[in-house]
Each structure stands twice: as structure tokens, then as C-alpha cells.
């Protein structure tokens, strides 16, 4: 079945550089690929998502780039903000149609 | 407004009292979905729901039950609950299954 890892379970990065976010996947045939935005003591919430027909996705400072032979999608936050400090889950979905959960990487903005 | 309502935000509860949390939606989503987080564990799939009367298991189903008799309420049962159910829960729905979620604001059990 599915299988989804994620690096680094912790980054932290100073305000106003980038913060990169990689998964792999295991099963060739997943589609569809977002990410979730957990800020402490709140609901996840979807930021961005991609399927397999692209390689890459914006939303003004947020990415999200898909190489499906290498398996593995990254989320680029770009100008990094102290709003941007939570959790990020990465997915995949699977054969059944479910979404297989990343681990999750806590992002640490320093001032 | 669109959104997953789920109640009660915290419950304390004891060994064994049967108890409820509902779960409900108002998009008309298809699809719906209960997880558990804990520290450490990331969201763990308990039960899905792909449509009305359509149920199955996830990653960690033993000690819950669902139904879906309608396609707006997805509540979540535990017969009986132990301190192992002690947990984060959140509902989520979406139109279908390979569409963003949203997610409820959560539901923070303690069974003692």
C-alpha cells in the first residue's frame, strides 16, 4: 500500500527566507498530492494541493512542485512570515481513494 | 457559512459510558472522514464514509462505529470508551474523496 515520508520533522528558519518541505511516496499510481496547514491548538487546513498532471502549482507565496518519477513532492514557502509558524501535513491518496498522511513538520520562524 | 460542526468541543468522560460525538456538514459533500491525532502519531484514519450508507474502516477502527444515514451527519460512537481513546478527534468532509478537506474544529476527549 501506500506509503508517505516526510523531511525534516522540524525546521526552523529565519523570517524572510524560504522553508522547503519534501515527501516521497510509494505507489506510482497516486494522483493527488495536498498539504495542510495545522497552527497549535487549531483544525488542519488545506493551503495548496496538486494532481499528477502537473508539475507545479503557486499561490502567491506558496509552491508546490511534483516529480512523479522520482515520487516526491515539495511545499516552498517563500519571504517567510511568524503567521507562517504551525505543522504541515503532506498527502497522497491511494488506491482506495484515501488519503495516506505524512507525519507532519513543524515550521519554526525565528525573528 | 460553510463549515464541519462538530460537538462537543471537550468531553471527559469515564471507562465504559457509551458516548457520541456528532459530526455534521453543510455543503452537501460526499465524502466524509474521522481521524485521531496524537502527539508524536500525526492523523490516523478511524472510519470514512465515501457516501449515504456507505461506511468503511481506516487505520484504527477497533473501539468506534459510525453510520451515515444521511448525507449532512456523520457521528462517531464509542461503546465503550477506554483511556487509549483518549485523543484529539476531527471530522472532515469534502465533495469527493480526492478533493480538499475541511475539517471540523475538533473535538479534545479524555476517558479516565
Known sequence: GENVEQHPSTLSVQEGDSAVIKCTYSDSASNYFPWYKQELGKRPQLIIDIRSNVGEKKDQRIAVT?????????????????????????????????????????????? | EAQVTQNPRYLITVTGKKLTVTCSQNMNHEYMSWYRQDPGLGLRQIYYSMNVEVTDKGDVPEGYKVSRKEK?????????????????????????????????????????
Open chain 1, 66 to 111: 511534483l516529480n512523479k518519477t522520482a515520487k516526491h513532492f515539495s511545499l516552498h514557502i517563500t519571504e517567510t512570515q511568524p503567521e507562517d509558524s504551525a505543522v504541515y501535513f503532506c498527502a497522497a491518496m491511494d488506491s482506495n481513494y484515501q488519503l495516506i498522511w505524512g507525519a507532519g513538520t513543524k515550521l519554526i520562524i525565528k525573528p
Open chain 2, 72 to 112: 449532512r451527519n456523520f457521528p462517531l460512537i464509542l461503546e465503550s470508551p477506554s483511556p487509549n481513546q483518549t485523543s484529539l478527534y476531527f471530522c472532515a468532509s469534502s465533495l469527493y474523496s480526492n478533493y480538499g478537506y475541511t475539517f471540523g474544529s475538533g473535538t479534545r476527549l479524555t476517558v479516565v
